[in-house]
């Protein structure tokens, strides 16, 4: 949970490692758990005690954007669109990846559907 100004946002943290073409895809594997936690995150954002939100950070620089992964987790893909159907914030972050570590980039990607 993040809080500025007294408006916390609960905040889900996924890490990208999956990436063809330009685009990054979120699962690279079937997640239950990550299912059961986007529909708790529309369930609260709906509830309106907080704001939600997923950030996407993808683990390279060379996407232009982040989607679901239809093709791997179906329930997953279909539970994310709903949440952002919901209201819950989709946000995505590449990282910077070189010799000495990575870093989270400064440059922000659109999260699409389709």
């Not at 309106?48 to 954007?65: C, I, P, S, W």
Request: hydrophobic share 45%; net charge neutral; glycine share 6%.
């Amino acid at each position: 949970m993040l809080e500025k100004d007294h408006h916390p946002l609960l905040l889900e943290v996924k890490s990208v490692t999956l990436a063809e073409d330009g685009v990054a895809y979120f699962p690279d594997a079937v997640t239950a758990r990550g299912t059961r936690h986007v529909q708790k995150l529309a369930d609260i954002q709906e509830a309106g005690t907080h704001e939600a939100a997923v950030l996407f950070v993808v683990q390279r620089g060379d996407v232009k954007n982040v989607r679901p992964a239809t093709h791997i987790d179906p329930k997953f893909s279909a539970a994310l669109q709903q949440a952002a159907t919901r209201g819950v914030q989709m946000l995505a972050m590449t990282t910077d990846v070189d010799l000495h570590g990575v870093t989270l980039g400064s440059r922000r990607i659109p999260v699409f559907f389709n």
